[in-house]
Structure formats: structure tokens, C-alpha cells
């Protein structure tokens, strides 16, 4: 049986989370995609969380054919083990159907909108406080969408004692500093995997400042050599291309930490004994 890893991070000092979490946004099928039934949504959520996942993914705009994320949650870990810690988002969108609209009609980073976002994600997840909310940014033109007046909003609610801690995604490095310079940033949640490390110097720059680092499409997207290169390592262990791709990250930089998302239970163990995958040196060099 899969069990998480015993890694560890503490957000903001007080959130003691296991490097291995969980994604939920896969369980509605939203931007697109076939969702899982149901029963089987409830049952992956509350399978993580007895295998030891306490960090898990989501917002109140994971939502689509009237399947919404931070409901399967409540209705499958509510009333909440002590330990968990759930991250939501919020951004330029205010539900999840306005992935579709033009970038002027995306509103989601006026205060007033942001403040009914967080709201939103309370009342759906049956929460008073939410332990962490990123702000996602470049959802929109970044020239247009500065940092700061969001980020301050954020604040504003934060110091209303309705969010614990504030993290920030899809940013630059100069938003990350920027960001630094505003409020306690917790985690930034990126695009990052072996195959896109465009992102390699913010990774250290968060290791270096003590901000957990969350990649999103952990496991997807990989080119051609890279692939090729997984294939090798995963034989080796007799793992899977997934797990490969997971242990690495763990390997990366111990700020690191996974959201991997999964509809099947299966996968789901897949994802979590990848925890246990120790990579050695000439597998790490094959994946350069």
C-alpha cells in the first residue's frame, strides 16, 4: 500500500504539510475534460487524506457542468482532520465559465470581486478562515494587471482574520519580489516541470527566502528527448513515467512541493508512492 512521503514543509511556519498533496481540480473536468462519477470523486479525496495527503489543491472556479471542486471536498472530508490544509485560488475569473470570455470581461481582480471570491471558496468549503489563497495572476495582459492593487486586497481580507496566509501564481520573478515587498508570501504555484524549467531561478529564488514552491502540470507536456530520457529512468526502477517525473521534483529543491491532480484511484497511489522513489545520481544526470 502507498503511503505519503514523510517529507515535510511548514507554510508560514504554522502549516505543517507532507511534500506529496493533492490537486483537486481535475474531480469536476474543469477547463475541459471528463470528470469522474461522483462516487468515485468522494472516494479519491478521502483515500488521499487516509494515505496521509494533508496539503490539498482548489478553488471555488474549479466548477463546471454542476460539479464544483470545494464541494466534493466538504461533502467528502467535512468536518476537516486537524492537520489538513486546503489552498484555494483567486484571480481574474470569477467562476469557472468565464474561462471563455474575452481577457476585458475577466473582472476577478477588482477588490469587490476578489472579496466575493474568498467568500465564495469560505462558504463552499464550509470554512471560516481559509488556510492559504494565491492570487493567480496572467490571466490576463500582464501590462494591464499590476500586482499590487489585488495583492493588497488580499491583504485587507487577510487582516479581516478570513484568510490565514496568501501565496501568488502563474508569476514572474519580478512579480514574486514585488509581491515579497506587500505581504508575506507563503508558496508560489507555477509552471514547472522536468521538461519546462523556465522557471529554475525562481525556484531557488523561493528556497532561498523560504517560500514553498507548488508546479502545476507537475507530469505533463513533455518533449520529445525528455520523454525518452523518463522511459530509461523509470525501467531502471521499475516505476512509472509519472512517478519519475514526481521524484524528481521532490529531488529539485526540498521547497518543492506537489499537487498532483487524478480522478482515478489508481492513480492516485501511483502519484503518492512516488514519495518513496529515491533517484540516484546517474538518474538525475540522464535527466540533466
Not at 476537516?80 to 474561462?99: F, H, N, Q, R
Not at 508569476?171 to 514585488?178: G, L, M, R, S, Y
Not at 512541493?257 to 538525475?284: C, F, M, Q, V, Y
Request: glycine fraction near 8%; charged fraction near 25%; charge should be negative.
Amino acid at each position: 500500500m502507498a503511503a505519503v512521503t514523510t517529507q515535510r514543509w511548514s507554510l508560514g511556519d504554522d502549516l505543517d504539510v507532507s511534500r506529496i498533496g493533492y490537486g483537486a481540480m481535475r474531480l469536476t473536468g474543469w477547463p475541459k475534460g471528463d470528470p469522474p462519477g461522483r462516487d468515485t470523486a468522494l472516494a479519491v479525496l478521502r483515500r488521499a487524506v487516509e494515505l496521509g495527503v494533508n496539503h490539498i489543491d482548489t478553488s471555488h472556479y474549479y466548477a463546471r457542468a454542476g460539479v464544483a471542486a470545494n464541494e466534493l471536498i466538504r461533502e467528502a472530508l467535512h468536518p476537516y482532520p486537524d492537520d489538513l490544509v486546503i489552498v484555494t485560488k483567486v484571480g481574474a475569473l470569477v467562476e469557472g465559465s468565464d474561462i471563455a470570455l474575452p481577457a476585458e470581461e475577466k473582472t476577478g481582480l477588482t477588490p469587490d470581486n476578489l472579496r466575493r471570491a474568498v467568500e465564495a471558496n469560505l462558504r463552499s468549503l464550509g470554512v471560516d478562515r481559509l488556510d492559504v489563497v494565491n492570487l493567480r495572476m496572467g490571466d490576463l495582459e500582464r501590462g494591464d494587471t499590476p500586482l499590487a492593487e489585488p495583492l493588497e486586497a488580499l491583504l485587507a481580507l487577510r487582516e479581516e482574520g478570513l484568510i490565514r496566509h496568501l501565496g501568488i501564481s502563474n508569476v514572474t520573478a519580478e512579480e514574486f519580489a514585488e509581491a515579497r515587498g506587500i505581504a508575506p508570501i507563503v508558496c508560489v504555484q507555477n509552471l514547472y516541470n522536468v521538461s519546462r524549467r523556465e522557471d529554475d531561478p525562481l525556484v531557488d529564488a523561493c528556497a532561498e527566502a523560504g517560500v514553498a514552491y507548488v508546479p502545476f502540470f507537475p507530469v505533463g507536456g513533455f518533449q520529445p528527448v525528455t520523454a525518452r530520457r523518463l522511459d530509461v529512468v523509470a525501467a531502471r526502477h521499475g516505476a512509472t513515467v509519472p512517478q519519475v517525473a514526481l521524484a524528481w521534483l521532490l529531488a529539485r529543491s526540498p521547497n518543492i512541493l506537489l499537487i498532483p491532480g487524478t480522478g482515478s484511484p489508481d492513480h492516485l497511489e501511483e502519484n503518492i508512492a512516488a514519495g518513496a522513489l529515491k533517484l540516484t545520481p546517474e538518474d538525475l544526470a540522464e535527466l540533466g
